[in-house]
């Protein structure tokens, strides 16, 4: 497949920091040289990891992670290549977006974005500000309902073929990443750029909404026997789309709560229920998490839509001017060219 025009980088901190502990369910840092930070020994003290036994075993898993981290771009462009020579698809005409898949009140909601008169309070008479003006969360319908169907059939029959796979991130064991499958350069990165564009333009300018110019994508799924939910975290994404593909499940509802870095001593959490074939677009700093399934299934499509203009400036991962190295594809969303970055203003994204 065709590679990106730009060359795309990652931040070196994502070999030390936000390493996820899953059995603290804890994010933590790590430097080689220095071991553990002091913070990250603190936080661990705090709960329960108090014994040279127990460090030992928190340290190895650390330093697999690293390992594994660092082995990754590799891997998944190796399992790429795989999935490309050797998977036959159920519905190959679901590789290739078209109008047909997605709401015509999302159609209608581009159509607007893109045209001369179109702002802010306009977009919100057409889609539902979930949260109170103060969060940002926005629902709108994005596909189908057969289009989710068909979409999920494919999902199965690859989880069930004997390809190589790889999750999604550190938290998510259970889903598929949609550049192995082959579904960024005609389904992931036009909707992105044609129809995602104009909407987060408008919502999220401050955020690098009218830049996005990268993305991850991927599908989580939850059910009992699997992953049943989801710890609070924060996106690597300037903006990101979530939309509930299905199928039948109950409970398992998203929970948001401040920016990261708010200020605020109490955080104020709003519960929000899925509804399937929908999206709920945010910020990637929003902090979030989504609470259990009780029963059936839940696959999601989430995409980290990212703005070089914004990351070049500051790594929302270790929120630090990024140290810049190679990547496969759009790797982290970093560029080295700083043509056309905004101005440092825009590091409030992060900071408020």
Known sequence: SARP??????CACFHTDNLFLQRYRLHLSYREEKEMTKESLKVLGDHGCRTDEDFKVVLKEIQ???QRRKQLAHQSMARKAIISQC??????EVYVLQDSFLAPEFLETVKYCTSQDADLQGLLRCIDSISGSDKRIYRLPVFSKEFCRLFIEELENFEQSEMPKGRPNTMNNYGVLLNELGLYEAFITPLREKYLQPIA?????????????????FVVKYSLHEDLDLSSHYDNAEVTLNVSLGKEFTEGNLYFGDLRQ???????YVEIEHVVSQGLLHRGGQIHGALPVTSGERWNLIIWMRSSAIRNQLCPMCNKKPELVEAEEFGDGFTRSTEGDMPQTVD?????
Do not use: M, N, Q, W
């Open 87 to 92: 998977y036959k698809p159920k519905h190959p």
């Open 262 to 268: 708010a200020p605020t001593p109490v955080p104020k």
């Open 64 to 66: 697999e992670e690293v």
């Open 348 to 352: 409030l994204c992060y900071l408020i």
């Open 201 to 217: 333009s408008l919502l999220y300018p401050d955020c690098g909404g009218e830049s996005l110019d990268s993305h991850k994508a």
């Open 5 to 10: 025009a730009r060359a795309f980088l990652a």
